[in-house]
């Protein structure tokens, strides 16, 4: 079935790095932009990023611009985020979600939780 | 990016219909028919349940509709039923090619 499961989550001090995968599977992942939506704890969702089919086209919300880097591997079915300089606030459960042809998120993963703490 | 505004609550007694609105600017909501909204129950991942304004994915209940006029979207959900109780979060594409949520209703089912 189709399915999205995202990796690379855990608690992280304040400066640090993190790498979170997400593995694609039931669908034929590269013909899809895919898209990081995160949530903070007992908040609402944030967009965080979109990465085209082939890659080529990306964009970011401003909150993450210059620090987080999404990519895509479309041979291994996987999105990845790269997160650098990581803060208190960048704390939320990140979700990866296919972005359908009528911009719509309509397939989402479980998510993975990052804790940025000392 | 502002989010959108959602009221933070809503409520209604089991059958009744309730709306839950979504405002946003021409930059986002007015200006593409690319409204969406989303289903959250606790702990679990968001689930689509409205597409391009109106339209329902596959195996959502007719319950469910959506509209639009101007810059303001609604969801309706009607014969409310005890497992509609969720968070509800719009979302549009925007002018800057990004996305906005809003931030989200919690709808209680008396």
């Known amino acids: 079935q189709v399915q999205l499961v995202e990796s690379g989550g855990g608690l992280v001090k304040p400066g640090g790095s993190l790498r979170l995968s997400c593995a694609a599977s039931?669908?034929?992942?590269?013909?899809?932009?895919m898209s990081w939506i995160r949530q903070a704890p007992g908040k609402g969702l944030e967009w965080v990023s979109y990465?085209?089919?082939?890659?080529?086209?990306?964009y970011y919300a401003d909150s993450v611009k210059g620090r987080f880097t999404i990519s895509r591997d479309n041979a291994k079915n996987s999105l990845y985020l790269q997160m650098n300089s990581l803060r208190a606030e960048d704390t939320a459960v990140y979700y990866c979600?296919?972005?359908?042809?009528?911009?719509?998120?309509?397939?989402w993963g479980q998510g993975t939780m990052v804790t940025v703490s000392s | 990016q502002s989010a959108l505004t959602q009221p933070a609550s809503v409520s209604g007694s089991p059958g009744q219909s309730i709306t839950i609105s979504c405002t946003g600017t021409s930059s986002d909501v007015g200006g593409y028919n690319y409204v969406s909204w989303y289903q959250q129950h606790p702990g679990k991942a968001p689930k689509l349940m409205i597409y391009?304004?109106?339209n329902r994915p596959s195996g959502v209940p007719d319950r469910f509709s959506g509209s639009k006029s101007g810059n303001t979207a609604s969801l309706t959900i009607s014969g409310l039923q005890a497992e509609d109780e969720a968070d509800y979060y719009c979302s549009s594409y925007t002018s800057s090619s990004t996305w906005v949520f809003g931030g989200g209703t919690k709808l209680t089912v008396l």
């Open positions: 990465i085209s089919s082939s890659g080529s086209t990306i």
């Open positions: 979600a296919r972005v359908s042809s009528y911009y719509a998120f309509d397939i």
């Open positions: 391009e304004v109106s």
């Open positions: 039931g669908f034929t992942f590269s013909d899809y932009y």
